[in-house]
C-alpha cells in the first residue's frame, strides 16, 4: 500500500478543475485507455491571448493521475504559456506534497499535456514524448515498444528527474513496466544521461574554507558519487569528517560487498579530484 498525502488525497476525492472548455484555445491530450492512463487537458487564455484564465481536464487513471491532473489545473491558472511550459513534474508532485515514486508517472503525464496543448497551439512540432496511443510515428528511437515511448523522452525525464535505475525510469514513465524486453535498453540511456552529467561537473577550486570544504565533500558525494553506486543497488552514508579524514559506511549492495576496498578508492579518489588533494576515504562499519 502506499504512503499518500493528505493533499493527494484531497485532490483525488474533491477533484478541481474537472471537464472540458468548448471553446479552449489550447487541447493537449496524452496517454491512451490501452496503457491505462490518459490524460485531456484544456486551456482557455485572456482576450490577449497572454495569460491562462482557465484549466480543466479529464482523465482515465488511478488516485494519483486524477490528484495531478487537478493539481497542475490549479497550478498554470493565471500564467503566460511560456511560465507554464516552465512547470516541471516534480513541482507538480511537490505541489502535492509528494506522490509515491511508484506513481510519478502521473506526474509526467500531466506535464506531457501541457506541453502538448502548448505546442498545439503555436503550431510548432509536438514534443518527442507526445502521444502513447501507438498510432502516430514519433521522433527519435522507440525503446518501450509496449508503451511506445522514445529514447529522446526517455532521457529527458532521467535527466530532469536525476533517476539512476530501470526501476526508477519504469515508475516514473511506465517504460519497462510490461515485457521488460526494453530494460537493457534503459539501463544504456540511464548510462549515457550519468555521463553527460558527469562531463558538467563542477572543477575542484583552488583554495577552500575548512567549511566549504565539508559542503563540497557533502555536494560531491550526494551528486557525483551517490548516484553511481545507485545504478548498481548500492549506496553509502557519510559518517564523519575530521580534516582530511571522511569517513563512509557501505550501504545497501555495497555492504559487505567483497569489492567494497576498491569502491572505496574510487570514492577517495572522485573527492580528490573534485575537492582537495589530502583527502582520506576510511569504511567505517556502523
Not at 501541457?114 to 510515428?137: M, N
Not at 558525494?221 to 553506486?229: A, C, D, G, W
Request: proline fraction near 3%; aromatic fraction near 6%.
Amino acid at each position: 500500500m502506499w504512503d499518500y498525502t493528505d493533499k493527494v488525497k484531497e485532490h483525488f476525492l474533491n477533484p478541481r478543475n474537472v471537464g472540458d472548455i468548448a471553446d479552449a484555445d489550447a487541447v493537449g491530450e496524452v496517454g491512451s485507455l490501452a496503457c491505462g492512463d490518459a490524460l485531456k487537458l484544456f486551456i482557455k487564455l485572456d482576450d490577449n491571448k497572454e495569460r491562462i484564465v482557465d484549466a480543466k481536464f479529464q482523465t482515465f487513471g488511478c488516485g494519483s493521475a486524477i490528484a495531478s491532473s487537478s493539481a497542475l489545473t490549479e497550478m498554470i491558472k493565471g500564467k503566460t504559456l511560456d511560465e507554464a511550459l516552465g512547470v516541471t513534474n516534480q513541482e507538480i508532485a511537490d505541489f502535492l506534497g509528494g506522490l509515491p515514486e511508484e506513481k510519478m508517472h502521473c506526474s509526467v503525464m500531466g506535464q506531457e499535456a501541457l506541453e502538448v496543448a502548448i505546442a498545439k497551439y503555436r503550431g510548432g512540432p509536438l514534443p518527442v514524448h507526445h502521444d502513447h496511443g501507438h498510432d502516430q510515428e514519433q521522433e527519435g528511437e522507440i525503446v518501450c515498444k509496449c508503451f511506445g515511448l522514445t529514447d529522446g523522452f526517455l532521457k529527458k525525464v532521467i535527466a530532469q528527474n536525476r533517476l539512476h535505475t530501470a526501476e526508477q525510469v519504469t515508475h516514473f514513465t511506465k517504460a519497462g513496466g510490461a515485457c521488460g524486453g526494453c530494460i537493457p535498453k534503459i539501463k544504456e540511456l540511464i548510462a549515457e544521461v550519468l555521463g553527460e552529467q558527469k562531463q558538467d561537473a563542477p572543477k575542484r577550486p583552488e583554495k577552500l574554507t575548512n567549511l566549504r570544504k565539508m559542503q563540497l565533500i557533502q555536494e560531491v558525494l550526494e551528486n557525483e558519487i551517490r548516484p553511481q553506486l545507485w545504478s548498481d543497488g548500492g549506496d553509502l552514508e557519510l559518517i564523519d569528517i575530521a580534516g582530511a579524514t571522511v569517513q563512509i559506511a557501505f550501504r545497501k549492495a555495497c555492504a559487505g560487498c567483497a569489492s567494497s576496498g576498491y569502491t572505496a578508492k574510487f570514492v577517495e579518489q572522485k573527492l580528490r579530484d573534485l575537492v582537495s588533494d589530502d583527502i582520506v576515504v576510511e569504511e567505517v562499519q556502523q
